[in-house]
């Protein structure tokens, strides 16, 4: 007679499941989780005299969380009654990665999910994410029918997922919950998770160090990341954009795992010295990479960032300081434009009005004498038999070699947009640079042309994303000071008024502010925040929050919040440049009293 025939708590249950088992109905009273948790298992094919898994699952080579789990445990496993009682540690994939101790049908499963074995309390605590028992018939297998389990769900203290499970087991109990081993359980649970919280910050701190090391003394662009940590510095955050970023990211998780075949380094036994990554074609920069070693491996890696030597672009005959600009956004605006601009085809700028398309198009077609059409000022342009005509200058000729540029796209009228589809169905490598400012919603022929057009595309962006350009414009859009006098500067309060402004205008408003008080100022000396129209002076407290900018706003304190105040993990988690982040939180800084509390 089983122990289960002895526990009469038990006994109506063992008969639901003999009944379930051979297909009869089941009674009333069974429990509804017990009975999807048998459900599940017949579905996935578990034979209920199983011995032992169907097949072996492998074991994992390496393991973080056997390697942290296993000197707690060591310790514990001496107080278990090893005669009755089993401890089982198992990864995320329910594997069993250590055990010890004996109970009954603990020795003959390498793996616990429900596919290998039916319903367990190992299965049911990550399922759950919390403490979970299983009691003889309710396992779903014939040899456990007198064991007793309660697991207990392994927490990362850095993401807070589950790592895996522990579970203790021991001989039928059939009395008051909680089961006896329960408090083993947790003990063994607690122990685990705060050896897992001292190595976590142990490695953290090497981190750190690595860091420091890197950036002392010095105003060196440095990056430092383990897959789940990253240390930025100030210099840095001009030149890492988020693909660089993510490319550093993939080097350090290959570096973690020991193998370097992605970027063609040497492994990490011979990696002593520096090595160079591959980075994104277009980065601006290049990167010398440290690896960070702990306790024999590696763990990340310090990366020394230096900007790529570029081909001074040419200079515009457009306004004065269009194309100046150190953001990552600016500087990567540029470079696609001049690649595409170099392989043969037409290539189509984009962006706000005022963001320097025209001066972009004339200084990547300097020197090569263009034809410039500008639509605005003659929509019909009386394109024709693949010529190009303008009513007041007469025939043009054909473009031939001659590069064309053709200014505000948007407003050609119907017949010459229909004209130049037609016209670079026949040239498809024609050399032409198109700017377009979008607005009202298309007509057909026009979004044909933009379609036709997409994928030689590149889109400027407005001033206010890259705010930080603000100081290196200033300089080149001021007109220069009459004999005698000085040039014009600015006050620390007046630059910060002027990065906080949205500028609809972009650069273009920026120009004729900076021409306005070249040319108007009375007085000597930087000029002075007091000194600004009002709409800039005044700042973003000049209004309130839209609802779009409410929501942005709480969505961009929950992840600083979720992320302890870490800018560079919330604007990962949103999605964003970390530039992007700081200078919405500077736009919100100081806005009306009723949008809430300030960031």
Known sequence: MTTAEQSPALAPLRQARERFLTGRPLPDGVPDDVVAAWRRARFFGVRPDLDGPVRESPQPADSPLLEAAR??????????????????????????????????GDDTCADLSEREVGHNSAALALRTRRRAEVHGPEHFLDVWQDVS???????????????????VARALWAGCRPHPGAAL???????????????????ERALLDAYERAARGRERAVVALDGRNRLISEAAAGLASPQVLEA???????????TGESYGVPSPEDACESYGVPLPEGAGCTAEITPVRHEGRVLGLVAVLAPRPVEPEPSAPGPGGALVGGSVAWR??????????????????????????????????????????????????????????????????????RPLLLRHAERLSQPDVAALNSLLEQHPDARLIATHTPGTSPGPCLQRLLDTLAARSVTLPALRERPEDIRELLPALTPGPAPGSPPLTWTLDALRALEQHSWPGNVTELAHLVRALAGGRRVFGPVRRGEL??????????????PMELAERSAILEALRRHGGNKARAATALGIGRATLYRKLREYQGRDAQNGPRP
């Open 149 to 167: 389990a309660v697991s207990v769900p392994l927490f990362s203290p850095e993401t807070g997922q589950v790592l895996g499970t522990l579970t």
């Open 533 to 546: 129209p009002d709409p800039v002076r005044e700042g973003p407290a000049g209004r309130t929050l839209s």
């Open 71 to 104: 000197p707690a445990l060591t310790r514990i496993a001496p107080a278990l009654d090893a005669g009755r009682t089993a401890l089982v540690l198992t990864d995320e994939r329910l594997r069993v990665l250590w055990s010890t101790g004996s109970a009954p």
């Open 248 to 258: 550093l990211e993939r080097g350090a998780r290959v570096r973690g795992r020991g």
């Open 185 to 203: 359980a947790e003990a063994a649970a607690a122990a685990v998770e705060a050896e897992l919280r001292a190595r976590a910050r142990t490695e």
């Open 332 to 401: 990567h605006a540029v470079a696609r434009a001049t690649e595409l601009f170099r392989a043969p085809g037409p290539v189509l700028v984009t962006g706000e009005r005022g963001t320097g398309k025209t001066a972009l198009a004339l200084g990547l077609l300097d020197g090569t004498d263009p034809l410039v059409v500008d639509a605005a000022e003659s929509p019909e342009l009386g394109l024709k038999d693949g010529e190009w005509e303008v009513p007041s200058a007469g025939e043009w000729g054909r473009t031939g070699d």
